[in-house]
């Protein structure tokens, strides 16, 4: 069975059903196997069913699409459902969440919901990391987020009504505590603030996320009522607190008083703070990403020489569009040196949107997410054309301050 190939659902659907039955695994038990898994860690380095057991070397996107739906399907008949309706259920949840960021229900809506349909939507759920970059950005993120369809599909089968505002609001909670488990460190670094921007940009259910929760005290823990809901916003927590040493003082008492506010056992909270810790130390060898001291820091590093990999390539056409944008190359060469203001930030961004439109190679930063890139885009220009900015720039040390 080979879940890159078509038909994978129906061949894998008598395993799953075996090893169900044979459990007869509770919800807990089920959400630790998915924990152990890495799947909810979006590094799926065994499947929840096979375990290493792989009859298959899979790839991690491979188990990623097999884990995505054993979790569907046990959730599916941990309520009790009929095994005939669950092809009808599940397809007609995804086309009643129409996610924010893909447009792939449209296309196979009119045909009969089966097997077939549900492989196509764990294709185009499952984010891919192929080395072709000019793939939507947004999903080249992150598969973190990916159980909240998990949830939502839960939640689906007890209530169909108001089913967007509940995936929105339980989202925008799990963003909240990412976006105050990252203020928690003591040493803050650039890779911190990109965490949350990439969690953002993977955004399934919302357009954008109200930061203004400073502490736990701000926030509303209401949309976490489920064992699943409370211990995937704890995971998640101590995902983003993660880094290659151990939790500080303050980091530990931050996802203690978390455990402690979503009303989770002792034995939970400590599973959530050693977990992640021990995965990542175990599969340093298994996944490349995973061989730096943060994955996120790894997604910086490879998206920088992606985009300075574009620059060069195109060296020739951006300096000729950027010698046409006197402004542009003027605030360029200043922002080397001082912040420019909000007002400038926004030319820049409209002006280097305009140059990347007319080139084909750089479509990238037009793509959802790209926005992401600019930032990264500004520093290797005056590294990579200083002809282009030394005609341009004014450097303070040498203005006539008399």
């Given at each position: 069975?080979?879940p890159?190939?078509?038909?994978?659902?129906?061949?894998?659907?008598?395993?799953?059903?075996?090893?169900?039955?044979?459990?007869?695994?509770?919800a807990?038990?089920?959400?630790?196997?998915?924990?152990?898994?890495?799947?909810?860690?979006?590094?799926?380095?065994?499947?929840?069913?096979?375990g290493?057991?792989?009859?298959?070397?899979?790839?991690?996107?491979?188990?990623?699409?097999?884990?995505?739906?054993?979790?569907?399907?046990?959730?599916?008949?941990?309520?009790?459902?009929?095994?005939?309706?669950?092809?009808?259920?599940?397809?007609?949840?995804?086309?009643?969440?129409?996610?924010k960021?893909?447009?792939?229900?449209?296309?196979?809506?009119?045909?009969?919901?089966?097997?077939a349909?549900?492989?196509k939507?764990?294709?185009?759920?499952?984010?891919?990391?192929?080395?072709?970059f000019?793939?939507?950005?947004?999903?080249?993120?992150?598969?973190?987020?990916?159980?909240?369809?998990?949830?939502?599909?839960?939640?689906?089968?007890?209530?169909?009504?108001?089913?967007?505002?509940?995936?929105a609001?339980?989202?925008?909670?799990?963003?909240?505590?990412?976006?105050?488990?990252?203020?928690?460190?003591?040493?803050?670094?650039?890779?911190?603030?990109?965490?949350?921007?990439?969690?953002?940009?993977?955004?399934?259910?919302?357009?954008?996320?109200?930061q203004?929760?400073?502490?736990?005290?701000?926030?509303?823990?209401?949309?976490?009522?489920?064992?699943?809901?409370?211990?995937?916003?704890?995971?998640?927590?101590?995902?983003?607190?993660?880094?290659?040493?151990?939790?500080?003082?303050?980091?530990?008492?931050?996802?203690?008083?978390?455990?402690?506010?979503?009303?989770?056992?002792?034995?939970?909270?400590k599973?959530?703070?050693?977990?992640?810790?021990?995965?990542?130390?175990?599969?340093?060898?298994?996944?490349s990403?995973?061989?730096?001291?943060n994955?996120?820091?790894?997604?910086?590093?490879?998206?920088?020489?992606?985009?300075?990999?574009?620059?060069?390539?195109?060296?020739?056409?951006?300096?000729q569009?950027?010698?046409?944008?006197?402004?542009?190359?003027?605030?360029?060469?200043?922002?080397?040196?001082?912040?420019?203001?909000?007002?400038?930030?926004?030319?820049?961004?409209?002006?280097?949107?305009?140059?990347?439109k007319?080139?084909p190679?750089?479509?990238?930063?037009?793509?959802?997410?790209?926005?992401?890139?600019?930032?990264?885009?500004?520093?290797f220009?005056?590294?990579?054309?200083?002809?282009?900015?030394?005609?341009?720039?004014?450097?303070?040390?040498?203005?006539?301050n008399?």
């Amino acid at each position: 069975m080979n879940p890159s190939s078509s038909g994978w659902i129906n061949k894998h659907q008598p395993v799953i059903n075996r090893f169900l039955n044979a459990q007869k695994i509770d919800a807990s038990e089920f959400y630790e196997l998915t924990l152990r898994s890495g799947f909810l860690y979006g590094v799926s380095v065994t499947s929840i069913t096979y375990g290493k057991k792989e009859p298959l070397k899979w790839t991690e996107i491979e188990r990623t699409k097999l884990n995505l739906f054993d979790c569907l399907y046990y959730t599916y008949f941990h309520n009790q459902r009929d095994e005939s309706d669950f092809y009808t259920e599940v397809c007609a949840f995804y086309e009643q969440i129409n996610p924010k960021h893909a447009s792939y229900f449209s296309s196979f809506s009119k045909s009969k919901p089966g097997a077939a349909t549900l492989e196509k939507i764990i294709q185009e759920r499952v984010q891919t990391n192929e080395a072709r970059f000019e793939r939507n950005f947004s999903n080249l993120i992150t598969n973190a987020l990916l159980f909240l369809d998990v949830i939502a599909f839960e939640q689906y089968l007890k209530n169909k009504n108001e089913l967007k505002n509940y995936a929105a609001a339980l989202e925008a909670g799990l963003m909240n505590i990412i976006w105050i488990a990252l203020m928690q460190k003591e040493e803050k670094e650039q890779y911190d603030y990109l965490l949350l921007k990439l969690f953002e940009k993977s955004l399934r259910y919302t357009k954008a996320i109200n930061q203004e929760a400073q502490s736990l005290d701000d926030l509303s823990l209401a949309p976490f009522q489920t064992l699943f809901e409370k211990r995937y916003a704890l995971d998640l927590g101590a995902l983003a607190l993660w880094d290659d040493h151990k939790l500080d003082k303050t980091e530990f008492l931050f996802l203690n008083r978390l455990g402690n506010l979503l009303q989770l056992p002792e034995e939970v909270l400590k599973v959530s703070t050693t977990h992640v810790l021990d995965f990542i130390h175990s599969n340093h060898d298994r996944i490349s990403y995973l061989n730096y001291s943060n994955p996120v820091r790894h997604f910086y590093t490879q998206t920088s020489n992606t985009v300075k990999r574009l620059i060069l390539r195109n060296k020739k056409r951006l300096l000729q569009e950027l010698l046409e944008s006197k402004d542009l190359v003027m605030l360029l060469g200043q922002s080397t040196y001082r912040d420019l203001n909000k007002a400038e930030k926004k030319q820049v961004k409209a002006q280097l949107l305009d140059i990347c439109k007319s080139i084909p190679s750089l479509a990238i930063f037009m793509l959802p997410g790209g926005g992401v890139l600019l930032p990264l885009l500004i520093k290797f220009i005056p590294e990579l054309l200083p002809s282009a900015f030394n005609d341009n720039r004014i450097d303070p040390s040498t203005e006539d301050n008399s």
